[in-house]
């Protein structure tokens, strides 16, 4: 069926469209089991008018709505707390009985085959750990609402249904239009695009939250959240702006920085092949929507910005999979080895850092992959950041990318420097500020840019709530870099510091110096008439 002029997607049950069922859905339906039916039901009627469940107490009942029925179920319910709760203990006692006679059997019997089939599944877990749709790290819903729960607009299972972000889903029913409309198909050929890949969508999200969600759901979901975030990818383009709906593109313009914050986090995010499913009809010039949010935490543009490179093998769990490698970068740079130390600190002030002649700069590139102490000549160096314009939303962003590289990566020691980038990066900054002045230093040495967004004070406030982080390799190799500049310049990193923290009395004996010899030369002159 194509779609007409008069097409309206809120109006079709697209979970009716006739279709093959996928395997996912074969597999699904041939796992649903019957609800459990309580003892003091099991006598009801089998010729019923309509089935449902209802709980009384512990008891799970099937029922129909007919009074002498219900008069059966209440009086089941009737039966004492204490004779329900003996039974439950009795039944779990028996449940766990029966569960460590079977575990004990299936050892003594064939002690490898359980301990490989366990070892198996771990590895399937680890090995897909990179693309499943994981959950906030508790370090970071810790932080709160703002970082962690969309203000706007819901994507994937996660937040869907929330109150505060019902609205927009009428605009994700004209997203799904506009796609169909403009791929020239049909909308059941779309659709079935997406329910095919809908399984293995599933499989990757909270098996706590899917399994209660039927396909009735899922599928439209997944369809509509797809389509939603095509039409936010074309409206970062120059074609996909100017050729977009009016009033779908007046909505993105109007909610730019809402929309593009709620996509940025972790929790509201779509499987990169559902999404994938619909710019197979609807495409969208992937390297310029890479390109007009890559620079997302700047607020000034480097026009002479060397232009990157498109990794056609990288394959991204989801968006802020993929707008966080290209914003990380890629060091192609082999560091050296740096020779071994008695002792490292973990941390240093900025206060510190300049009494040894370190100085802070921001870096000429805007990927946070680069970073570390960059030494000028013999007596001097540079500790240089990626610039960073600091607001709620760049705050969110960071913070977002932070908890996918806390999730994906189970070990930064052993990972490549861009793995753990955001977290060495936040923690670097975070290093650097204890007061307000802190900040404005940073400021003034343009690593923090710009006078909107976060005051000094909210700005401190935040840096300092990201100290808990893990600590990543390039957070560690900034520190081995300062430790290998103290030891290799003792003397003249001691004399410097010496300098900095008496240079007011030094100024002053000078000034009293210079004024006594000025007297001296006076009186000598006067005497010399």
């Not at 100085?359 to 102490?373: D, I, N, R, W």
């Not at 030094?506 to 002159?525: E, K, Q």
Request: charged share 25%; net charge negative; glycine share 6%.
């Amino acid at each position: 069926m194509e779609p007409d002029a008069g097409w309206v997607p809120c109006d079709i049950q697209l979970t009716n469209w006739s279709m093959q069922p996928t395997e996912f859905q074969l597999a699904h339906w041939s796992m649903a089991t019957e609800p459990e039916v309580c003892a003091c039901a099991a006598s009801l009627p089998v010729v019923v008018e309509s089935a449902g469940t209802e709980i009384y107490g512990s008891c799970l009942q099937t029922y129909v709505p007919t009074s002498s029925i219900r008069g059966q179920l209440v009086e089941c319910a009737s039966a004492t707390q204490n004779d329900r709760i003996g039974i439950e203990i009795e039944k779990a006692a028996q449940e766990f009985q029966a569960d460590f006679h079977n575990m004990e059997t299936n050892i003594c019997s064939n002690p490898i085959h359980v301990f490989d089939k366990a070892a198996r599944e771990f590895k399937f877990d680890v090995d897909m750990m990179k693309m499943k749709m994981h959950r906030y790290p508790a370090r970071i819903r810790s932080l709160g609402e703002l970082y962690t729960v969309p203000m706007t607009v819901s994507i994937g299972p996660y937040h869907h249904g929330r109150d505060h972000l019902k609205a927009v889903e009428k605009v994700k029913h004209v997203a799904a239009y506009h796609c169909i409309m403009e791929s020239g198909r049909s909308a059941e050929e779309v659709y079935g695009a997406v329910v095919a890949v809908a399984g293995y969508a599933r499989s990757i999200y909270d098996r706590n939250v899917v399994d209660s969600i039927g396909d009735d759901v899922f599928l439209p979901m997944m369809f509509y959240d797809a389509c939603f975030l095509v039409q936010y990818m074309l409206t970062c383009t120059d074609a996909g702006l100017a050729h977009m709906d009016p009033a779908l593109r007046s909505f993105f313009d109007a909610n730019d920085k809402d929309v593009y914050h709620d996509i940025m986090q972790l929790e509201n995010q779509l499987p990169w092949p559902v999404v994938r499913a619909v710019m197979a009809f609807r495409p969208v010039p992937l390297k310029e929507f890479v390109a007009s949010l890559r620079g997302c935490l700047q607020d000034r543009k480097d026009r002479h910005e060397k232009p990157f490179v498109m990794d056609n093998a990288f394959e991204p769990p989801h968006l802020l999979g993929l707008l966080r490698y290209y914003i990380v970068g890629r060091s192609d740079v082999k560091l050296p080895t740096l020779p071994e130390t008695e002792s490292m600190s973990f941390s240093v002030s900025a206060i510190e850092l300049a009494e040894i002649g370190i100085t802070l700069t921001a870096s000429k590139t805007t990927e946070l992959v680069y970073m570390g102490v960059n030494k000028k000549g013999n007596l001097f160096a540079e500790l240089s950041l990626s610039p960073l314009s600091l607001d709620d939303t760049r705050a969110s962003v960071l913070l977002n990318m932070a908890a996918l590289e806390l999730c994906v990566t189970p070990s930064f020691h052993d990972a490549e420097d861009e793995a753990p980038a955001v977290c060495s990066y936040l923690l670097l900054l975070g290093m650097l500020v204890d007061r307000e002045e802190d900040v404005h230093e940073l400021r003034a040495r343009r690593v923090l840019q710009g006078g909107g967004g976060l005051t000094n004070r909210e700005a401190l406030r935040f840096l300092t709530s990201v100290q808990g982080l893990r600590l990543g390799s390039r957070y560690v190799r900034t520190m081995e870099e300062i430790e290998d500049y103290k030891v290799n310049r003792r003397t003249w990193t001691k004399l410097r510091a010496f300098v900095y923290r008496n240079v007011k009395v030094i100024v002053a004996v000078i000034s009293v110096i210079a004024a006594l010899a000025s007297i001296i030369g006076t009186i000598r002159s006067l005497k010399s008439r």
